[in-house]
């Protein structure tokens, strides 16, 4: 394996602790797909598309993530119960590929900063791999979040400000301390866990996909795993995918529909308020490639498709009601696109917004 800067093309080892070029581009990964497909109903029968971790490695990290339930919504809708995951959110996906990584290489101690539940699931799978880890948060992160990531034994930095100051403290934190930076939106290998979302879905519609992806955007780690799937897969028709916003913080709609920015204000979901996303620009490209479109939902909106969701049986955090409140929004404006076959997922559970 090794990591490719995405502006000059400069090389790094597989045990570089460099989370960036020095040129100030961000990396990728490059690996010989050298792995086998586990018979196994988790993220790892998909062994064949994933880096190429020995199986005693897998199986001393791994609690059995993904294979999550793809169940009906609505007619022509469909929910994939991402919540069903170990930590309780998609990050599970990305966390389990970081922390197998960091295992391999011999990383000791590790810092992420994160809006709750990628530092949930990293902090989760540290833990299992006996990786000392220091949390960056907002101290605006909901009470339940943080208490699920102490659990884990991570020590925890409550940082005044938005999301961005976490950011600034954790990059600084690494330097002093020469700790791991195990970002879920610097590191490459977070992607290549969540590309496995929608090699489920594909399995679990009998090898097809669905006509339109509805896919929450905050850091973009859904969206880009979904990108970095349809690539691999070759695949001839490209779903519409459909990437959705709280109005209140949404830079890339803003970038994207060409709109002029509006002040960030406070949302509900919190797990996509990122005003600055480090990956913008490759967020748009993505989207200009695939020909997606952007949607932003109101506060009320995502209150009501909650409000919603809960009295279908499904207790989510108000993140993942940004998905529901976006498709109806889609199928509002875009009627025609009503009776075309639809997945979107429920990210987080409920249990952390109360």
């Known amino acids: 394996m090794r990591f490719i800067c995405t502006q000059c093309d400069r090389e790094y080892p597989e045990d570089t602790s460099a989370y960036q070029c020095e ?4 990396l990728s990964c490059a690996y010989e797909h050298e792995g086998t497909d586990r018979n196994e109903w988790s993220l790892w029968r998909y062994g064949s598309v994933l880096p190429p971790f020995s199986d005693s490695l897998i199986s001393s990290v791994s609690m059995g993530e993904g294979a999550t339930p793809l169940f009906s919504l609505e007619e022509n809708l469909l929910a994939k119960g991402e ?8 990050k599970d996906r990305g966390a389990v590929m970081l922390a197998s990584h960091m295992k391999a290489i011999g990383v000791r101690e590790c810092a992420i900063d994160s809006s709750g539940n990628a530092a949930t699931a990293v902090a989760a799978y540290c833990a299992r791999s006996s990786i000392s880890c220091e949390v960056f948060v907002p101290a605006a992160t909901g009470r339940k979040k943080v208490e699920q990531i102490a659990m884990y034994g991570a020590q925890i930095h409550l940082i005044e400000g938005s999301r961005e100051a976490s950011g600034k403290a954790v990059r600084e934190f690494v330097q002093e301390s020469g700790a791991y930076y195990a970002s879920h939106i610097y590191n490459p290998l977070f992607f290549e866990g969540t ?18 992806l509805i896919v929450p955007v905050g850091n973009g780690t859904l969206l880009t795993g979904v990108y970095l799937a349809l690539r691999e897969m070759h695949v001839q028709k490209v779903p519409l995918i459909v990437a959705v916003q709280a109005s209140a913080c949404a830079p890339l709609s803003s970038a994207y529909n060409g709109t002029s920015s509006s002040s960030v204000s406070p949302t509900l979901a919190e797990g996509i ?3 600055e996303p480090a990956r913008l620009n490759a967020l748009v490209n993505i989207l200009q490639e695939l020909k997606g479109l952007c949607l932003e939902v109101s506060e009320q909106e995502i ?15 108000f993140t993942s009601a940004v998905n529901y409140a976006g498709y109806r929004k889609l199928v509002r404006e875009y009627p025609e696109l009503g009776g075309k076959k639809s997945v979107l997922p429920l990210c987080g559970a409920g249990l952390k917004s109360l």
């Open 273 to 275: 308020a990122i005003a």
């Open 23 to 26: 040129c100030g581009g961000l």
């Open 303 to 317: 209150e009501s498709a909650h409000t919603d969701l809960a009295a279908r049986g499904m207790s989510v955090e």
């Open 83 to 90: 919540y069903y995951m170990p930590t309780l959110s998609f």
């Open 195 to 212: 590309k496995t979302y929608l090699y489920e879905i594909r399995e679990q519609l009998g090898g097809s996909l669905p006509d339109i």
